[in-house]
């Protein structure tokens, strides 16, 4: 198999293989005795059997592996396998078959004293349904309501707790989601309460990036199973931020010897990396009755799905070399970077394209009634390919892309500068690399300019920062619901005085200047709320701010 052809098959599978001095210290760490039953329910490259298999040599010299057990569906699994082994694989204790099944030889325990691994990331879409709501019931009873958007790491940790034996450990390599994502917060809170004490390790140090991904890894570590019946705690996991594995290796013995040391919490790590007088000053601002939330204002939506940018995506000069009217075609706005200030025009548009931006939209309902141009395009698409993309089957037509909702404003996806809401005075829709914002109820014009003059503020984005996530190199990530919980500061500032800021700010950020303008949004605003020294505020607000970037690209 080819190394794209090799690195396709693990994505399919949500395969990503921990390093060996990761899984080594890892398991140093929860196999304690050489006779204690270990379970890996998804051992792909062997990894971390390997590390068990050295930890029980360590402990014990040729100690049994006999009470190792394991699961995987990758054929190529068990080949790995019998390498480590030098031996045939023992398919008694080493099942082909999915872990979330549950259909185990009956040789095997019913509990593990260890169950230790690195399970595999994919999205919910891609697990089976029945398999996937007979687990959910399973955990239900069990106690958790885990959102059935989850993904698949986090039904193999959550089943694994039922699996542990009482006083038993698990110990884990997560994707950085179990930090933020909204599913994450019960599983969190389900295995605070099954176990005497939890900690998170995060990896500054990107674990998988020849697999092709530079998110970060989470350490998760779960000591002496107990019974859920006695303990409703809803506390959340302390987390320590470490540079790299002898980092990790060093906090672990800390951790173990409960040594005293700073750390904050997963579900508020980046709050938490905040000064006490910076969590303050926030707090305070946030308490106040002209700070709400974002989707108060608005909701937020995904752009347009066109399953295929480069066909359904035109320049000026592919619209030419298709012979295509103009009169036919939508126009869009394809990529946040082309919307620099605070509103979007025809104007912009138009430089867009003459910029050689991909700002048409081919978007057919009835090509009947296309000019043959349109018609001769359209046939180029393979009618095998048509059929086989999934995006396709959603619509109605395979070719209607565009679904007649132009938003209010437009929201970036992802930036390392954080969000702008930029007003849609062109009329044109978005793909869903921008954001669609809709704004509620009657809102006048200058209601609106002054909720995306506030997003600008250093408040709003220190709230920003606190709501999304750091993505890929380093970028801030926000889900449309996430999005929504943006803290924003909306006074009363007279119409006039709203309209000259709007446009000074427009023409500060077109300049390039993102600093000034949001310096310009912070003397305004918290002038307007009254009762702060604005000099101070702001100072501390940025510091905050400057802190919070660091620890993204950390």
């Known amino acids: 198999m080819s190394q794209p052809d090799a690195r396709r098959a693990k ?22 005795s050489p006779d204690e039953s270990v379970l890996e ?13 050295d930890r029980l040599s360590a402990i014990r010299e040729n100690a049994s592996l006999s009470k190792l057990y394991g699961c995987d569906i990758d054929q190529s699994a068990f080949a790995h396998l019998s390498e480590i082994f030098e031996q045939p694989v023992d398919l008694c204790r ?3 078959g999915d872990f979330l099944a549950q259909d185990f030889p009956q040789s095997w325990p019913r509990e593990f004293d ?9 999205a919910y879409q891609k697990l089976d349904v029945q398999r996937r709501e007979d687990v959910l019931s399973q955990l239900k009873t069990s106690g958790l309501n885990l959102d059935r958007r989850a993904s698949l790491w986090a039904y193999f940790v959550a089943l694994s707790v039922l699996y542990t034996a009482k006083g038993g450990r698990n110990a884990w390599v997560l994707p950085s989601s179990f930090l933020y994502a909204n599913y994450s917060k019960a599983l969190r809170v389900f295995l605070s309460q099954s176990f005497t004490r939890c900690c998170a390790f995060e990896l500054k140090e990107r674990q998988f990036l020849l697999e092709g991904t530079e998110e970060k890894s989470i ?25 790299g594995v002898k980092d ?35 707090q305070r601002i946030e308490s106040n009755h002209n700070a709400r939330s974002l989707g108060d204002y608005l909701s937020v939506r995904i752009g347009l799905v066109t399953g295929n940018n480069r066909f359904f995506l035109l320049n000026e000069e592919g619209r030419l070399k298709a012979a295509l009217r103009k009169d036919e075609l939508c126009e869009v706005l394809p990529r946040f970077q082309f919307a620099s200030g605070v509103s979007f025009s025809t104007d912009d548009h138009d430089a867009l394209i003459s910029g050689g931006g991909k700002g048409y939209l081919v978007s057919v309902s009835d090509s009947t009634a296309s000019s043959s141009e349109m018609k001769n395009y359209l046939e180029m698409y393979p009618d095998e390919d048509i059929a086989a993309c999934s995006t396709f ?4 037509i395979w070719s209607n892309v565009e679904d007649g909702s132009p938003p209010d404003a437009f929201l970036p996806v992802m930036q390392h500068h954080g969000p702008r809401l930029v007003l849609n005075l062109s009329g044109v829709n978005c793909t869903n690399s921008v954001y669609r914002a809709y704004f509620k109820d009657n809102q006048t014009l200058a209601e609106r300019k002054l909720l995306s003059l506030s997003l600008l503020s250093t408040f709003s984005q220190v709230s920003s920062e606190m709501c999304g996530r750091s993505y890929g190199s380093g970028a801030l990530k926000h889900e449309p619901r996430e999005a929504e919980r943006i803290k924003v500061l909306m006074p009363r500032i007279g119409q006039r005085a709203v309209n000259l800021a709007f446009s000074q700010v427009d023409r500060i950020l077109r300049g390039g200047n993102l ?26 607000l940025d510091s905050s701010l400057q802190k919070m970037k660091a620890h993204r690209h950390r």
């Open 11 to 32: 994505k399919d599978l949500g395969a990503f293989y921990t390093h060996q001095a990761l899984s080594d210290l890892i398991c140093k760490w929860v196999i304690q």
């Open 41 to 53: 329910p998804s051992f792909g490259g062997c990894g971390f059997i390997r590390s068990v298999r």
């Open 94 to 96: 080493f099942h082909d």
């Open 114 to 122: 260890v169950v230790v691994g690195n399970p595999p990331y994919l």
């Open 219 to 243: 350490v998760l570590l779960c000591e002496d199973r107990k019974s859920l019946a006695n303990d409703s705690r809803t506390i959340d996991i302390p987390l320590v931020r470490c540079d």
């Open 248 to 282: 990790v290796d060093i906090a672990i013995k800390s951790w173990s010897l409960r040594l005293p040391r700073r750390s904050a919490h997963c579900g508020s790590s980046v709050f938490d990396s905040l000064s006490v007088g910076q969590q303050r000053i926030f």
């Open 393 to 396: 089957k959603k619509r109605a």
């Open 515 to 540: 600093v000034e303008a949001r310096q310009y949004v912070d003397r305004i605003l918290l002038k307007a709320l009254g009762g702060v020294d604005v000099g101070s505020t702001a100072a501390i």
